[in-house]
């Protein structure tokens, strides 16, 4: 409690004392030290308390400043990932980032607020992790990519607006979450209608993801529904990632010529499965039909396919960026959920 009260008082006269420097005045642990008479640590948690609440600006190499008066004046929404999040849609292993961050960067977004994107340590200790998001200050939010963050729970006790993206059914936390569910079964049924001798190969995520788990029950109740078999051989979990799993379908793609269509879920395996069907010919990727839970376009232009989905991913990160914006405005809100349909459409020459 004792450092709790020196940290808040330093940084409400420092606060005060910031509006009046020089842009180009270089802000150091020293400085603090000697002006309040701290300690280096705690000087070092000032300045990156008054970094998270956009008060100050860290040049790589060059020091910490004052940042711009603009950035007073607005809120900042705060992207939070963790390191390895990070990691997988740097290297291109999640593809659905972008198309969030497209939604979270929209022109009226950015004109209401700055965003700011964190990437957090997978096992940042407990202290650490609560200095950091209750050091956010009363005009910032956190915007969460993955529901089960730690950081939820500390924003939640501490009244700090946010927001999650959410599997369908997840209850008790801000969020926006897709009907996958009922959005699988109309795209199957219309694959089926329009191809109604077609023997599929379903690739699934993990069979316990939270995210998988609605799509699995779709699709064993749309078949069940149309009285199609559900062949166990045909029903495969697959990780893109995983380089066993990839040699076994390619094998299974190469050699199954009962197989004409494939049910992809997710860009990333849509478009392992795309470019896994023009290594091994052309001939296998106008035979097989691509059924996609995603719109491939976004991965590539020219990609031949069937797209019955469209999960609005931009739309989903506004929609976030606009509710925590709301409660900065107007104060902290519980039990946020706002549940989307997905877009249908039928795309492709193949569905003709």
């Known amino acids: 409690m004792f450092k709790k009260i020196i940290y808040n008082q330093i940084l409400k006269d420092f606060k005060n004392e ?39 600006k860290r ?27 990070y990691q997988q849609a740097y290297f291109g292993h999640n593809l659905t980032v972008p198309l969030y961050m497209k939604g979270l960067t929209d022109p009226e977004i950015l004109t209401r607020s700055h965003v700011c994107t964190h990437t957090l340590p997978a096992h940042m200790n407990k202290e650490k992790m609560y200095d950091f998001f209750t050091g956010l200050g009363s005009k910032n939010g956190c915007i969460f990519f993955m ?10 006790k501490n009244h700090i607006p946010y927001m999650a993206r959410l599997p369908l059914g997840t209850a008790g936390i801000n969020g926006v979450q897709i009907n996958a569910y009922g959005s699988v079964c109309t795209a199957l049924e219309h694959l089926l209608q329009k191809h109604p001798a077609s023997k599929i190969l379903f690739l699934f995520g993990a069979r316990e993801s939270a995210w998988q788990k609605p ?4 699709v064993s109740d749309t078949l069940k529904k149309i009285g199609v078999p559900a062949h ?32 992809t879920v997710g860009f990333a395996i849509t478009f392992t499965v795309y470019t896994m069907l023009l290594g091994i ?3 296998h990727l106008h035979r097989i039909k691509i059924l996609a839970y995603n719109d491939p376009s976004n991965i590539g232009p020219d990609m031949d396919f069937i797209s019955c989905i469209r999960e609005p991913l931009p739309k989903v990160g506004k929609i976030l ?29 193949l569905l003709s």
């Open 18 to 56: 910031l509006k009046s420097l020089p842009a180009d005045t270089r802000i150091t642990e020293v400085m603090l030290m000697k002006k309040f008479g701290v300690s280096r640590n705690t000087s070092m948690k000032v300045l990156n308390i008054l970094k998270n609440q956009g008060l100050v």
């Open 59 to 85: 040049l790589k190499g060059s020091g910490t400043y004052p940042a711009l008066p603009a950035d007073h004046t607005k809120p900042v929404l705060n992207i939070i990932l963790s390191d390895s999040f």
């Open 147 to 156: 529901h089960n963050d730690p950081g939820i729970e500390i924003c939640r």
């Open 215 to 218: 799509i699995h029950q779709a």
């Open 232 to 263: 166990n051989d045909l029903l495969i979990n697959f990780s893109p990632y995983d380089e066993k799993q990839k040699l076994a379908l390619r094998e299974t793609l190469s050699t199954r010529t009962d197989i004409d269509a494939v049910f």
């Open 281 to 283: 010919g052309r001939e």
């Open 321 to 349: 960026a606009e509710q925590v914006l709301d409660m900065i405005d107007s104060g902290y809100q519980a039990d946020i959920c706002i549940t989307l349909e997905n877009e249908f459409i039928a795309r492709g020459n």
